[in-house]
Every structure is written in C-alpha cells, then in structure tokens.
C-alpha cells in the first residue's frame, strides 16, 4: 500500500479524479449531460440578466447545484446497481429520493429564477 500524498500533490491528485470522474458521468449519464447544457445556457444568461453581483450569483448557485446533485443521484445508482442487480425494494426506495433531490434542485432553479427575473419580465409586457 502506497503511503498518502501529501501537499500540492494531493491537491494535484484529488483534481485530476475529480475531473475522470466528471468525464464519466458525462460519458455513461444522460441526465448528467441535459443537466451540464442547461448549466451550459443558464448561466451565461444569468451573467447577462443578473442586475447586481448578488442576482447574478443567487442565479448561478442553484444551477451549480444542479449539477452537484445530480452527480450525488449518478454515484447513488451506481453504486446501488454495483451491489445488486437485481430488483430491490431498498435500492428503488435510494434511486427514488436521489432523485427526488434533482426533481426538488430543479424545482429550486424556476423558484429563484422566477423571483430574481419577474420585475425584468413584467416591464417586458
């Protein structure tokens, strides 16, 4: 057994998974994709439709979460399709509110948006 990294290496080490990991899910997820060109249009338009610095994060922060979210929800049935594949009224019970949690993060995307974005929208019309 190797012994732990240590410092920058660590630091090097624990980007480099990260970023293998967001590479497979892109790969093997469809959600994890719709989800990334979502956060892909939303939040260049958040930049441009924010008023202040604060609008603009408020807007940004439950897309990023989004994608948090939903790759928490991908290593969820992961791991609960590693374990057993077959059919389980606990592994549906996981997948189920993982996924709850990306219907509720998507929910929270419209609510703040909505909010933040109305004045704009009302003196559209």
Request: charge should be positive; charged fraction near 15%; aromatic fraction near 4%.
């Amino acid at each position: 057994m190797k012994p732990p990294q240590k410092g920058m290496m660590r630091i090097v080490r624990a980007t480099v998974n990260s970023l293998r990991g967001m590479r497979l899910a892109l790969q093997s997820e469809a959600a994890v994709r719709q989800d990334s060109l979502l956060a892909i249009v939303l939040i260049p338009l958040a930049l441009y439709c924010g008023a202040t610095p604060v609008e603009k994060t408020l807007l940004i922060l439950p897309v990023m979460l989004l994608l948090i979210v939903e790759l928490l929800n991908s290593a969820i049935e992961a791991t609960v399709d590693r374990i057993s594949p077959e059919l389980h009224e606990l592994s549906g019970k996981a997948k189920d509110i993982a996924s709850a949690a990306v219907m509720f993060t998507l929910l929270l995307i419209i609510i703040t948006w909505v909010i933040i974005l109305w004045p704009q929208l009302v003196s559209l019309w």
